[in-house]
């Protein structure tokens, strides 16, 4: 070292201090995020995860498969992982609740769908509409969802 480099100063902090944070942030009641009971948002259709999937592995050069189920049980896995994310990003304005989608029963009781939450019953504050009805209406055009509207819905447990 030389004698005209600047000085290393300490750490502010040691790694045991950093980890004591850490542990009481994930015990803190803000970190943790229980289920809603009721959920207003729009669900995502399998046609919806399948083509935004799709295009999402085209985009990252992931070889098709040469079966077609897998191909789209793939693509609509990655959807799901990353399209919230994505409808963030490109709807400016747009406030999601939950950063992942929770299951609904929106047509009875044998119609299971994912749900894009924009808000829930989790708290008072999860509560307050946040989205505009104009944010709403450019997210269902940007899902490519038609003429479906957000709306509440209770979530499966």
């Known amino acids: 070292m030389s004698s005209d480099s600047p000085p290393c100063s300490p750490p502010s902090s040691s790694a045991a201090d950093y980890d004591t944070r850490v542990r009481k942030l994930l015990r803190s009641r803000p970190y943790r995020t229980f289920p809603p009971n009721n959920a207003y948002g729009v669900y995502l259709t399998d ?3 399948l083509r935004f999937g799709r295009m999402m592995r085209e985009v990252r050069g992931f070889p098709p498969s040469d079966d077609a189920e897998t191909d789209a049980r793939h693509a609509k896995s990655l959807a799901v992982r990353e399209l919230l ?3 963030q990003v ?3 304005g747009l406030t999601l609740t939950r950063w992942r989608p929770v299951f609904v029963r929106p047509f009875g009781p044998l119609d299971l769908r994912r749900l894009l939450v924009l808000a829930d019953d989790n ?6 509409m946040k989205n505009t009805p104009e944010v709403e209406q450019e997210l269902v055009e940007f899902l490519g969802l038609g003429d479906q509207k957000p709306a509440w819905y209770a979530v499966v447990k």
């Open 85 to 87: 994310l994505l409808v």
């Open 123 to 128: 708290s008072s504050e999860n509560m307050k």
């Open 90 to 92: 490109a709807i400016p």
């Open 47 to 49: 046609e919806c995860l």
